[in-house]
Nanobody, 124 residues
């Protein structure tokens, strides 16, 4: 099993920044592609960003491209999401997810391991 624990959420004003972290433990995390998803109240879960196991390739939702950056440190078994220029519409519970293998997807059903989520609230 792979365990994922997110941290770094909180309350921030519009235009501000937050950095989320996802700590992975259990099996060899570097063999897993990782993704960040978010879910706002009353809305479906949506894809935010993903990164391959090596960290060599990343993919972003159009809504966050240019503002968010996903990265990973395999030596520390962590994946981070740097969020800049935050907007009120970025308010959601953010969850990290993992799937075994090198391919990354924007579909949440492709990921078999999930963290518990961390709340991000952006005030206007």
């Amino acid at each position: 099993q792979l365990q994922l624990v997110e941290s770094g959420g909180g309350l921030v004003q519009a235009g501000g920044s937050l950095r989320l972290s996802c700590a992975a433990s259990g099996r060899t995390p570097s063999r897993y592609a990782m993704g960040w998803f978010r879910q706002a109240p009353g809305k479906e879960r949506e894809f935010v960003a993903a990164i391959t196991g090596s960290g060599g390739y990343t993919y972003y939702a159009d809504s966050v491209k240019g503002r968010f950056t996903i990265s990973r440190d395999n030596a520390k078994n962590t994946v981070s999401l740097q969020m800049n220029s935050l907007k009120p519409e970025d308010t959601a519970v953010y969850s990290c997810a993992a799937r075994y293998g090198s391919d990354i997807y924007s579909r949440s059903d492709r990921y078999g391991f999930w963290g518990q989520g961390t709340q991000v609230t952006v005030s206007s």
